[in-house]
T-cell receptor, first 114, second 116 residues
Framework: NAGVTQTPKFRVLKTGQSMTLLCAQD?????MYWYRQDPGMGLRLIHY???????AKGEVPDGYNVSRLKKQNFLLGLESAAPSQTSVYFC?????????????FGPGTRLTVL | AQTVTQSQPEMSVQEAETVTLSCTYD???????LFWYKQPPSRQMILVIR??????QNATENRFSVNFQKAAKSFSLKISDSQLGDTAMYFC?????????????FGKGTKLSVKP
């Protein structure tokens, strides 16, 4: 039981490049989330999903897209990376809605956009 | 606006001693959940303890306990018998019950150093 895993762990992009971050969970959780963490700040929600095939916007969705084609996977895409997207990205999952259940976090992906 | 404030950016404690981390929050809702997460140098966010706002009894998990004061909107974390492995960033967070999303609102964190 690996919990929540994220790939890659580190990535450096040039402005304008695209990439996809993969989150996978093996706990059969319905809900999945993408957060970003900037220096000196708490996590902020980018997008989330309440089940396979669903996605919704969080607090800071601009510049990102997501997909949940399989229940266990939640992908975060950057179509045209900008230096403002330099951050650490965390994926999380929960069995039911996050307001009634604990969110389990992955180890994070450190992304630098030059 | 819903906010979480952690007024102590950094704290240190001697091994085996007790330390309390402060957290205050602001919400107009009556039903919500409160959490403390630990983020060690590995960066992974680990749940330490959670509290349901409708419960008057303070939550405890081994050496970790909270002091939940709903009227004051205060949710402090007490770590007893501090261990070197407790060195980490600690984030306080809350989520409203019944909202349209499980949006955890995080504080900026407190960096705790446990010294031998």
């Amino acid at each position: 039981n690996a919990g929540v895993t994220q790939t890659p762990k580190f990535r450096v992009l040039k402005t304008g490049q695209s990439m996809t971050l993969l989150c996978a969970q093996d706990m059969n959780h319905e809900y999945m989330y993408w957060y970003r963490q900037d220096p000196g700040m708490g996590l902020r929600l980018i997008h989330y999903s309440v089940g396979e095939g669903t996605t919704a916007k969080g607090e800071v969705p601009d510049g990102y897209n997501v997909s949940r084609l399989k229940k266990q996977n939640f992908l975060l895409g950057l179509e045209s990376a900008a230096p403002s997207q330099t951050s650490v990205y965390f994926c999380a999952s929960s069995r039911v809605a996050g307001w009634t259940d604990t969110q389990y976090f992955g180890p994070g992906t450190r992304l630098t956009v030059l | 606006a819903q906010t979480v404030t952690q007024s102590q950016p950094e704290m240190s404690v001697q091994e085996a001693e007790t330390v309390t981390l402060s957290c205050t929050y602001d919400t107009s809702e009556n039903n919500y959940y409160l959490f403390w997460y630990k983020q060690p140098p590995s960066r992974q966010m680990i749940l330490v303890i959670r509290q349901e706002a409708y419960k008057q009894q303070n939550a405890t998990e081994n050496r970790f306990s909270v002091n939940f004061q709903k009227a004051a909107k205060s949710f402090s974390l007490k770590i007893s018998d501090s261990q070197l492995g407790d060195t980490a960033m600690y984030f306080c967070a809350f989520v409203n019950y019944g909202g349209s999303q499980g949006n955890l609102i995080f504080g900026k964190g407190t960096k705790l150093s446990v010294k031998p």
